[in-house]
T-cell receptor
């Protein structure tokens, strides 16, 4: 099993609908999870972080975490064409003495169709 | 403005010609890292540095070197570039490598082509 796994897509969603992006991870003790958005030709930017089981909402974005199932998702409500991008899931990997480094999934390419 | 600055942004070079991609951050971050991004493979870590003079290999370190002599700078060195190092490179930094402070800020990227 890959350390962080995402469907690469492309995922196509009509404007105004809910886009659902999924990510699974292999390390059961991971504590924090991140979603980055990357527009074509640009660098990744952080859009959501989640640390506890359940939902975390920020505007049109909701991150959902289920540690028992090792599953984290990102929902985008009322999808807009400007949401078209690649979404990267990132999970920390332990290195030494409690330190961590982020491991990224391969990203899901999302297209919102007007 | 808080940022991570990479140079050059675009570079075309030839096999075997040594090159350095510079990375500098102005946020007093302890942790810095280099990634390469290739289609279908996502972001893969090349090297990382937890602090000055502390560096370690990431998942794809072959063919690369790094140094961290100052906190703000983390250059990536390709001693003898080969065509399989053609890629999009990102430098990133975070306050530290510990939970709660490990949110990464990325540079704008450096697109390297090795002929």
């Amino acid at each position: 099993q890959k350390e962080v796994e995402q469907n690469s897509g492309p995922l196509s969603v009509p404007e105004g609908a809910i886009a659902s992006l999924n990510c699974t991870y292999s390390d059961r003790v991971s504590q924090s999870f991140f979603w980055y958005r990357q527009y074509s030709g640009k660098s990744p930017e952080l859009i959501m972080s989640i640390y506890s089981n359940g939902d975390k909402e920020d505007g049109r974005f909701t991150a959902q975490l289920n540690k028992a199932s090792q599953y984290v998702s990102l929902l985008i409500r009322d999808s807009q064409p400007s949401d078209s991008a690649t979404y990267l899931c990132a999970v920390p990997r332990r290195i030494i003495q409690g330190a961590q480094k982020l491991v990224f999934g391969q990203g899901t390419r999302l297209t919102i169709n007007p | 403005e808080a940022q991570v600055t990479q140079n050059p942004r675009y570079l075309i070079t030839v096999t075997g010609k040594k090159l350095t991609v510079t990375c500098s951050q102005n946020m007093n971050h302890e942790y810095m890292s280099w990634y390469r991004q290739d289609p279908g493979l996502g972001l893969r870590q090349i090297y990382y540095s937890m602090n000055v003079e502390v560096t370690d290999k990431g998942d794809v370190p072959e063919g690369y070197k790094v140094s961290r002599k100052e906190k703000r700078n983390f250059p990536l060195i390709l001693e003898s570039p080969s065509p399989n190092q053609t890629s999009l490179y990102f430098c990133a930094s975070s306050l530290s490598s510990y939970s709660g402070a490990n949110v990464l800020t990325f540079g704008a990227g450096s697109r390297l082509t090795v002929l």
